[in-house]
């Protein structure tokens, strides 16, 4: 995705939490690209955050996105976290970690692939965008 210049900066990164030798929780950092064009260009976001079954409940994902957060040397970028509206384990995660919300949007499909489509805001944030996390 870099070396086809389809991110918009080089911050693409993972953080994974492991037991032992077993991964038990993956959360995937990523930059704009184009399925999310509200993103700017130096905006992130953590995405794709998965935590076995075995563990879950404990605070890895809350955990590790307070992680990201702190370790970022850029602390003036923007985070964003995509979650569905029914998933309130997930919301309360992100908020919990200190995401606010700052929209609602849909996914869409283009040629009839969602994998080429993109997540349009439909309800945009109210106010400046120099808030460092949203979801």
Known sequence: ?????????????????????????RSVVFPKYFRFPFM??????????WTSENHRGKGLAGFALREILRRDPQHHRTYWYISEAANSPSIRMAEKAGFEK??????????????????????????????????
Not at 109 to 128: D, E, N, T, W, Y
């Open 1 to 25: 995705m870099h070396v086809f210049r389809i991110f918009t900066n080089r911050g693409y990164s993972m953080l994974l939490i492991r037991r032992n030798r077993e991964v038990v929780h």
């Open 102 to 135: 700052v929209g609602e949007g849909t996914r869409t499909s283009r040629c009839g692939l969602r994998l080429l489509g993109a997540f349009v805001v439909l309800q945009k944030p109210a106010g400046k965008r120099e808030q460092q996390t949203a979801w």
């Open 40 to 49: 700017a260009d130096e905006d992130l976001q953590i995405g794709d955050v």
